[in-house]
Every structure is written in structure tokens, then in C-alpha cells.
């Protein structure tokens, strides 16, 4: 929504209808009507570009070998906006991409800190 008003590539993203899966229970509780979940095919989506990422997390050209490989899979996406289904696909993309690449390296920046105040423990 930070990007787009159009309400059908809204309609892409969030899923209006009230659901009632095991796995939103704790939403609904939580929720005072401001939390909305994901469409299903959102979802596919990310789980696609989360499987991506993790092949090629450890890889020198992160970014550029996840969106290949995101890319050479052919999957079909559905979007119900045609209009704006290609920027729309793309800022979902990168913007995960990036996100995913910063959490990444913040863990294992943090496992190698406390590795390294190991080490020096050790040595002293």
C-alpha cells in the first residue's frame, strides 16, 4: 500500500475476507481490525522468492543469483492488477531480496562476533 492505490493490485496483496485457518488464529486474536492477511498467492509468491534466496544466501552476487534463479523457475504468477503486475512483482522482489540480505548478514555478522569474544577469551 506504501506504493500503490490501485485496489486491484491491493486486492493482489492483502486478502479482505475473514479467515479462519489454524494459522491466522493468532492474528485474529491479536488483531483490533487493523492487521490483514496476506492473499494466498502473495504468499506463494514470497515462500518462491524465500526458496530462491536461501540457494544462493552464501553466494558472492547474492542479489543477481537469487532474481536468476527466481526468474529461471517460470513461475507463473498470478496478479489480478495487468496494469501495474510487472513494477508491482518487481518492488516485491527487490524489496524482500534487499530485506533478506540485511537480516542475513546481521546474523551472521552477530554468530561471528560472539565466535571472535570466544576466541579472545580463550587467548587471554
Not at 486491484?8 to 481490525?33: F, H, M, P, Q, W
Not at 544466501?57 to 496494469?83: G, K
Request: one cysteine or more; glycine letters at 2%; charged letters at 25%.
Amino acid at each position: 500500500a506504501k506504493k500503490t492505490d490501485c485496489p486491484d493490485c491491493l486486492a493482489g496483496i492483502k486478502n479482505y475476507n475473514e479467515v479462519t485457518l489454524n494459522y491466522a488464529e493468532l492474528v485474529n486474536l491479536k488483531s483490533r481490525g487493523y492487521l490483514t492477511h496476506p492473499d494466498s498467492n502473495f504468499y506463494v509468491l514470497l515462500r518462491r522468492i524465500e526458496s530462491s534466496f536461501m540457494k544462493h544466501a552464501n553466494s558472492a552476487h547474492v542479489f543477481d543469483d537469487t532474481v536468476e534463479d527466481f526468474i529461471s523457475n517460470n513461475y507463473i504468477i498470478p496478479f489480478p492488477c495487468n496494469v501495474h503486475k510487472e513494477k508491482v512483482i518487481l518492488d516485491i522482489l527487490i524489496s524482500y531480496i534487499t530485506m533478506r540480505m540485511r537480516q542475513h548478514s546481521y546474523m551472521i555478522n552477530k554468530k561471528l562476533k560472539s565466535q571472535n569474544i570466544l576466541k579472545k577469551n580463550c587467548q587471554s
